[in-house]
């Protein structure tokens, strides 16, 4: 039985292979394992401290599928060397996935026989039997278990008449993850020019296993597409073995903090990081032709990375072709990331939605989510915190109501520039209802061409009509606006600078379809 090189040696020759601008097939950059492969001593993180418990779990009317001990062990052993490269490639040397193996150095595998057929485990639903049967195995038998990620492989339980095999879930749902297992399993298939299915399932196999160790779906970016293929959390599926696939930057920013990448034993793994974040601030920066994003945020567990992803809203609904980016933390506390827009696939005229994920050491991931479009090519930034104008001289001359009997929910509050406290219509005694209305005196006449909103995180309003006046008796409206639904700050961008000193806001609806409101803080500035 042969063994492979130790996994630092081979990923040295892949870091080599890589960096060649010509591309290969992926099957050529990663050794191909064949059935007779043992795992090096060197699989998994150093010592083996956490590890992916694989589960082969076979319905009561199916068997084993032959061979499915060897093959697999060169499947993992594949996947397990391509994550190696390429956790190599983005900074994290060696940090791989950990992978378990018995006394013979064969990939150590759970074999599970299901108390049910296979038409209790369907694709559709059956995660939820399987993994309770196989929760049921791990609390008999604990020292199985290595960590808390499970990938569980099914026997497939039938044939296309092209010969494609089909089965149970094939899937990833939170730390767990799905997958069917068929005699052409085999990386000794992956790039054949006459192979059908390898790429397809292997490739499958390792996207869910992505999902099942915290990894949502991206696209990498345009630059990084160019170099290295399409990403694994992307399309990958498709491509793995045959064309050059590769795992983004924010791929290992959020791997690199996961419980499977840790040599550290601790005991609070995925819990709450009691992490916020203070402060936004974004811009297109024309010089740059690039969108640049900073803040800053407080956690109890440090953040160690942090992965970036911009999803357009208009045509990609799960995310495959989300453009990341990565970065470290600046210090303890603050970040910054430049994103050129040349690294975007779609810069017509569409929606985003901007996620940063910040990684903590104990594997959780805070998340902020924003909103943004492009017109015509260009970033229209409209979410983050602002340099709005000094609020300390505002007051508010006239509202249809607040409640200050039952709590502080005074109107003054939406004025007084914290983020905490809010302004909240009457509600404990003759409710007041739709339209909700609060006016401001900034002191003196500004010119303002955009406005800053923080929505309380229930009672939000959703269609705020703006007034403007100069005297508090003539009346101009803006139009009206539809506010997003989230805490996070936002602003809404006026098409052209107004002179005013008095402003009114006219709440026309809420989200909830409640007749109460609340807001948080109003702001103006001017660009």
């Known amino acids: 039985m042969t063994k492979i090189f130790p996994l630092l040696v081979v990923t040295t020759v892949l870091m080599m292979a890589m960096t060649s601008c010509q ?7 990663l050794q191909k394992t064949g059935a007779k492969t043992e795992l090096g001593s060197a699989n998994g993180v150093a010592n083996g401290t956490y590890m992916l418990n694989i589960v082969y779990f076979v319905p009561s009317d199916l068997d084993t599928v032959p061979g499915y001990r060897a093959r697999l062990n060169g499947v993992f052993l594949y996947m397990q ?25 064969q990939l150590k595998i759970s074999l599970i026989r299901g108390q049910l057929g296979k038409s ?34 099914i026997p497939t339980y039938s044939y296309g008449a092209n010969g494609d095999p089909s089965g149970g879930p094939f899937y990833g749902i939170g730390r767990w993850c799905f997958a069917l297992d ?37 696209g990498g970016a345009q630059s990084q597409n160019i170099l290295y293929g399409t990403t694994l959390m992307g399309y990958g599926n498709g491509t793995l073995g045959k064309a050059p696939t590769y795992f983004s930057p924010a791929d290992a920013a959020i791997l690199a903090n996961g419980q499977l990448f840790s040599n550290v034993t601790r005991g609070d793994w995925y819990t709450d990081p009691g992490c916020q974040v203070k402060q936004v ?88 989510v ?28 006239a509202f249809s109501s607040q409640e200050t009997a039952s709590e502080n929910g005074a109107a003054i509050n939406i004025i007084d520039g914290s983020g905490s406290s809010f302004w909240h219509s009457r509600w404990s005694s003759n409710a007041a ?81 409640q007749q109460f409101a609340a807001m948080c803080e109003v702001g103006t500035y001017k660009d």
């Open 23 to 29: 591309k290969k097939p992926e099957s050529a950059l």
């Open 81 to 105: 060397n391509f994550t190696s490269k390429w956790m190599n490639q983005w900074g994290y040397a060696g940090k791989t996935l950990g992978l378990p193996t018995d006394s013979t150095g």
């Open 182 to 218: 068929y005699t052409g399993l085999d990386t000794i298939n992956l790039g054949k020019p006459d192979d059908k299915f390898s790429t397809k399932w292997i490739g499958g196999m390792a996207h869910e296993m992505g999902h099942g160790i915290n990894l949502p779906h991206n």
């Open 281 to 368: 601030y974004a811009e297109y920066n024309s010089a740059a032709a690039s969108i640049i994003v900073s803040g800053k945020f407080s956690a109890t567990k440090p953040v160690k990375d942090i992965a970036y992803y911009n999803r357009n809203t208009g045509n990609d609904n799960g995310g495959y072709n989300s453009v990341t980016f990565a970065s470290k933390p600046i210090g303890t506390d603050s970040f910054r990331i430049v994103m050129p827009v040349s690294d975007f696939r779609d810069k017509g005229n569409t929606n985003y939605e901007f996620t940063i994920r910040l990684c903590h050491e104990n594997g959780s991931i805070t998340s902020y």
């Open 120 to 153: 209790s485990y369907p694709y559709d639903g059956g995660s939820g039997a399987v993994m309770s049967e196989v929760n049921a195995y791990f609390a008999a038998h604990p020292t199985e278990k290595k960590s808390d990620h499970i990938m569980v492989i």
């Open 433 to 513: 209802t739709y339209p909700h209305y609060i006016t401001i005196d900034m002191g003196q006449a500004l010119d303002v061409n955009r406005f800053t909103f923080k929505q309380r995180d229930s009672r939000m309003v959703k269609v705020v009509e703006i007034l403007t006046s100069n005297d508090n008796a003539t009346w101009a409206s803006l139009g009206d606006f539809t506010l997003a639904q989230t805490t996070n700050p936002q602003n809404i961008v006026l098409s052209a600078v107004q002179h005013f000193r008095y402003f009114k806001l006219n709440m026309k609806s809420s989200y909830d379809g």
């Open 370 to 397: 924003a909103a943004y479009s492009f017109v015509n090519g260009t970033p229209v930034i409209t979410f983050g915190d602002k340099p709005v104008y000094d609020k300390t001289a505002w007051t508010v001359i």
